[in-house]
């Protein structure tokens, strides 16, 4: 068996305007503040003689080259991304950037915000549109079960709510005590 393996399918293209500047901030301090700084520290371990025993030199290369990736990543990412920043036409309906309220059937809700794969680690509540919840989600409205696989099984949610809008309810991803039913 060769070593090939088949590319990953990349992800989505859309991100919110907070993610792109966070996106771009990365890029900034990456390109203006580390780089300069990592690369004076390599001349000056450069500087002291013997390279391959010098280890401020061997690490200094391995991380220019890590800069110099996430840089190539970042600018190429920013080149194609769309930065949503407008609710959609139908509010009624899960799409990119909705705040989703969630019910299981023991009764515990959750919300989350549907986001794009560059920016789902910024905060607990969100969910990538790209994950099994996000897919699931997408294109359902209020009061409709989604199933969302899990490793463990299958999950049962209803949607309870959907807003648009960047602001997050403090503790938004923390389980809310479950409603009486009648």
């Known amino acids: 068996m060769g070593r090939?393996?088949?590319?990953?399918?990349?992800?989505s293209k859309y991100i919110t305007p907070e993610g792109a500047a966070r996106l771009r901030a990365e890029l900034e301090r990456l390109w203006r503040v580390e780089r300069p700084?990592?690369?004076?520290?390599?001349?000056?371990?450069a500087a002291q003689g013997d390279r391959s025993e010098n280890a401020e030199y061997t690490y200094g290369k391995k991380r220019l080259r890590e800069i110099d990736r996430r840089v190539r990543f970042l600018r190429k990412r920013l080149e194609g991304i769309v930065i949503v920043d407008q609710p959609?036409?139908?509010?009624?309906?899960?799409?990119?950037?909705?705040?989703?309220?969630?019910e299981d059937d023991g009764g515990?809700?959750?919300?989350?915000?549907?986001?794009?794969?560059?920016?789902?680690d910024?905060?607990?509540?969100?969910?990538?549109m790209d994950g099994p919840l996000?897919?699931?989600?997408?294109?359902?409205?209020r009061?409709?079960?989604?199933t969302v696989p899990l490793p463990a099984g299958p999950m049962r949610y209803t949607i309870v709510a959907i807003r648009y809008g960047a602001a997050s309810a403090a503790g938004a991803a923390?389980?809310?005590?479950?409603?009486?039913?009648?």
């Not at 090939?4 to 992800?11: E, K, L």
């Not at 700084?37 to 371990?45: I, L, M, P």
């Not at 515990?108 to 789902?120: A, K, L, M, Q, Y």
């Open 4 to 11: 090939w393996r088949p590319p990953d399918r990349p992800g």
């Open 37 to 45: 700084q990592v690369t004076q520290a390599v001349s000056e371990a």
């Open 88 to 102: 959609p036409s139908d509010p009624a309906r899960v799409f990119f950037g909705a705040w989703v309220e969630l």
């Open 108 to 120: 515990t809700r959750r919300s989350h915000r549907i986001v794009g794969p560059d920016e789902f």
């Open 122 to 128: 910024l905060d607990p509540a969100f969910v990538s």
């Open 134 to 141: 996000g897919r699931s989600l997408l294109g359902k409205r």
């Open 143 to 146: 009061d409709d079960e989604v």
């Open 174 to 182: 923390a389980p809310v005590t479950p409603r009486a039913r009648s």
